[in-house]
């Protein structure tokens, strides 16, 4: 499908990722400038290598305000932002949410929340001075479905939720347009670190590790696999387009059914 964006400009965080990078390669495919941000330069570049189109890495710790100004200065310079897609999070660490200390709540808030909020606030402005804007941040099935050991997650998730449908209502009679994708379980890094250590706790194969994680903790995802990271980006990447033009404020789940509940 043609998403009618060829020749505007885009900024995905978490690039480096499987879902920031597969989020680019649909955009980009599409004709989309892409600058690709990620904490690591190397790693940003091998995933820049592995792209089609006009593809410029630049690392970026976005904790860090000067760097997000850095980000900022880099867009407005191109001639302004069209789209932002915010991919860079965290899981967190895990267990009792009373045990977890106030520092890991913070860290985790600073990168999942905080970092999207200081995005936006770099970027939309941009956006809206043009009168055409596409915001998309990946949220999680954590902000609707809170998992019990992953309390710092969660917090973090839902509030970006909620954050991304104030920014809609106010920014889209500007012609900016946000909403959130929720992944679950999918086949990234993120997972394959969580997996892995399933795994050692329980002396079994990845294989068995999955298999069994999907049976007692994600009793509603019945298609019995990971998602794959392409198949999040498609929707992210319709999010973005010039097709996707009555969609704000929504929050669009992408997680093989693994939420259970009827609402958002």
Known sequence: MDL??????????????????????????????????????DGLETAASQ???NIHPIAADLTDTDHIEMLRKTMADKGGIDILVHAAGVTGEKGDPLEMTDEEYFRVWNINFMS??????AMVPQMADKGWGRVVCVTSENAVQPYEDEAVYNTSKAAL????????QVYAPKGVLANTVAPAFIETPMTDFMMDMRS??????????????????????????????EEVAAVI????????TFTTGSAYRVDGGAVGAMNT
Request: net charge positive.
């Open 51 to 53: 792209l089609p189109g």
């Open 161 to 168: 939720l909620n954050f991304v449908k104030g920014l809609a």
């Open 4 to 41: 009618k964006i060829a020749g505007k400009r885009a900024l995905v965080t978490g690039g480096s990722g499987g879902l920031g990078q597969a989020a680019a390669r649909v955009l980009a495919e599409d004709g989309v400038e892409i600058t690709l941000t990620d904490m690591d330069q």
């Open 116 to 121: 999207a909020v200081r995005m936006c606030k």
């Open 200 to 229: 050692d706790k329980l002396g079994v194969s990845k294989e068995e590790a999955i298999s069994s994680f999907l049976k007692e903790d994600r009793p509603f995802l019945k298609l019995g696999r990971r998602g794959k990271p």
């Open 237 to 244: 990447g319709l999010l973005c387009s010039d097709r996707a």
